[in-house]
């Protein structure tokens, strides 16, 4: 069974830094596009960030020029920085996975981790 353990949430003041990691455990071959998001209390789930295999980039608005995504393929890991931390940023955050490859024309798709928090307050 594929999983997705998202680990470096917490409580922090407005305008600090924090770095959020996702890795996949399990035995894989590859992951395609991988990403996080972000759900805020009676708000819906939203894209943060998302990182192809390749490395193409994509982020909201919002958090442009703040966070950064970066991934490690020969680990299945990636990693949020969140630098200029803002209150409208705290929310749960969730780590996505598109498809991860786990053999031979075998493939799970759309995985979700469970998620962390992330507290922007002074």
């Known amino acids: 069974q594929v999983q997705l353990v998202e680990s470096g949430g917490g409580l922090v003041q407005p305008g600090g830094s924090l770095r959020l990691s996702c890795a996949a455990s399990a035995s894989i071959v590859a992951i395609d596009g991988m990403g996080w998001y972000r759900q805020a209390p009676g708000k819906q789930r939203e894209l943060v960030a998302t990182m192809t295999r390749g490395g193409s980039t994509n982020y909201a608005d919002s958090v442009k020029g703040r966070f950064t995504i970066s991934r490690d393929n020969a680990k299945n890991t990636v990693y949020l920085q969140m630098n200029s931390l803002k209150p409208e940023d705290t929310a749960v955050y969730l780590c996505?996975?598109?498809?991860?490859?786990?053999?031979?024309?075998?493939?799970?798709?759309?995985?979700w981790g469970q998620g962390t928090q992330v507290t922007v307050s002074s």
């Open positions: 996505n996975a598109e498809r991860v490859w786990i053999g031979f024309l075998k493939y799970v798709d759309d995985v």
